[in-house]
């Protein structure tokens, strides 16, 4: 639920998921296709994680628009795409973050040297997202610096679309 939040505080992700996606008509079954995909490139064996990134990279190529209504630094009318490197950046980041962060809170906390070595590994993973290098924090401690200044500028605006999609993401389909 965080990292979803965070995705989409960032105006391109919440367009591109309200236009794009069948998010809003299964929940669950969204979740769970993205989670296994992240999943299987993660964990998979390379050639499945390579297959997975195109079918992704293709999906990604027909998500396009302009944007709804205004956010931050962003004005309605702008152009969006999927496969903005900053954008598909700050998705994978907030999986990070989040991963991160439930895991020091449910498990235990994790060294500095564990961080490292964590984002070391997940920067493989941005590169299956075709997200070019000088858009990757080189290390943990600027990956921090990185997320930590995204949380205040102007990038992150939670825009009257990503209201209505978190609303709709968050409410129970069948109330108690």
């Not at 236009?19 to 079954?29: A, F, R």
């Not at 998500?63 to 950046?89: C, I, K, M």
């Not at 991160?100 to 961080?115: D, V, W, Y």
């Not at 590169?127 to 401690?141: G, T």
């Amino acid at each position: 639920g965080r990292a979803a939040l965070l995705q989409l505080a960032h105006p391109y992700v919440a367009q591109g998921v309200a236009h794009h996606s069948q998010v809003l008509e299964d929940v669950q079954g969204r979740f769970r296709r993205t989670l296994s995909y992240v999943y299987n490139m993660t964990f998979g064996d390379v050639d499945s994680a390579l297959k997975l990134s195109r079918r992704v990279f293709a999906l990604h190529r027909r998500v396009n628009g302009q944007l709804e209504d205004s956010a931050g630094r962003y004005v309605q009318g702008d152009t969006y795409t999927a496969l903005d490197p900053h954008a598909l950046f700050w998705v994978a980041a907030s999986l990070w973050d989040t991963s991160i962060l439930i895991f020091e809170k449910t498990i235990r906390p994790l060294s500095r040297l564990e961080k490292q070595r964590y984002y070391r590994e997940t920067k493989v993973f941005a590169r299956l997202f075709a997200i070019p290098e000088e858009v990757i924090p080189p290390d943990w401690d600027a990956f921090r610096r990185y997320f930590d200044r995204m949380l205040v500028s102007s990038t992150i605006a939670v825009s009257d679309t990503a209201r209505t999609m978190a609303n709709a993401v968050f409410t129970a389909p069948r109330p108690a």
